[in-house]
């Protein structure tokens, strides 16, 4: 049984762990992990900044997603689950969760290989950016909204 929970500072070493080792199962080449390493970082200061929600099963906290944003303007950060959660349901709960706890339109820059995941959600794709970490010059990700609402 997943449980969804407001993340608290001391989470931030175990979200990371969670957001490092999911993003390396991707097989990203270990340079490119190197690089990213800071930018996979939860930290405390966010969690305590930004809402914060972390997914636990049988007292382990297994994924993590960040809502960042006011003002009907919301990003969809930090989505992670462990890859040996992976599709249990763990993403779908954290999103849905996130999904209600704002008023109005969530806005995702997707790795690629999320994209997929985030229209079966019913998100859709608006576009493309510039990869917002080093490690990838000229790497474009999916744009994606996905409508939420309380």
Not at 58 to 73: L, P, T
């Amino acid at each position: 049984m997943i449980s969804i929970r407001r993340a608290v500072p001391s989470d931030a070493v175990r979200a990371t762990e969670v957001a490092r080792s999911a993003k390396a199962h991707w097989g990203y080449p270990a340079e490119w992990l190197a690089r990213w390493h800071d930018g996979l970082a939860i930290k405390e200061q966010d969690i305590e900044v930004h809402p914060t929600y972390v997914a636990v099963v049988e007292d382990e906290v297994v994924g993590v997603c960040q809502v960042q944003g006011d003002s009907g303007r919301f990003m969809l950060e930090h989505v992670w689950v462990d890859p040996a959660a992976h599709g249990r349901g763990v993403g779908r709960a954290l999103v849905e969760h996130a999904k209600g706890s704002v008023d109005g339109i969530l806005h995702i820059v997707a790795d690629p290989n999320a994209e997929p995941f985030y229209l079966k959600l019913g998100a859709e794709r608006v576009g493309e950016v510039e990869a917002p970490m080093p490690g990838a010059p000229g790497r474009k990700l999916p744009l994606l909204e996905l409508p939420a609402g309380r």
